[in-house]
């Protein structure tokens, strides 16, 4: 239910802008992010923002990366600069509270991820 697309192959300082759609009919999405897993390593928070508009970024992004989402849509981007080596990873997207149609309701809603797409920076 969430594609994710932009990734690719950057040199170092370079820049990439990762997008996120969700598909299908989805009445809220409290919170949408991204993720990233690099080799041998635990998938971390990259970003996330509220629908309200709250951010959260991890340090090693802060000040690089930006974060934004249009409700309206269901979509979520992520604007990366000054891209670093070890910025390469394979990038998830996330979204937490969804409420869609057709499926029972919760109220916490229910959490969806997207397949990843790989952001390799070079040196």
């Known amino acids: 239910q969430l594609q994710a697309s932009g990734g690719g192959l950057v040199q170092d300082g370079e820049s990439l802008r990762l997008s996120c759609d969700a598909s299908?009919?989805?009445?809220?999405?409290?919170?949408m992010g991204w993720y990233r897993q690099a080799p041998g390593k635990q998938r971390e928070l990259v970003a996330t923002?509220?629908?309200?508009?709250?951010?959260r970024y991890a340090d090693s992004v802060r000040g690089r990366f930006t974060i934004s989402r249009d409700n309206a849509k269901n979509t979520v981007s992520l604007q990366m600069n000054s891209l670093k080596p070890e910025d390469t990873a394979v990038y998830y997207c996330?979204?937490?509270?969804?409420?869609?149609?057709?499926?029972?309701?919760?109220?916490?809603?229910?959490?969806?991820w997207g397949q990843g797409t790989l952001v390799t920076v070079s040196s």
């Open positions: 923002v509220h629908r309200f508009g709250t951010t």
């Open positions: 996330n979204a937490e509270g969804v409420i869609p149609a057709g499926r029972p309701y919760i109220a916490e809603g229910y959490e969806y």
């Open positions: 299908g009919t989805i009445y809220r999405i409290s919170v």
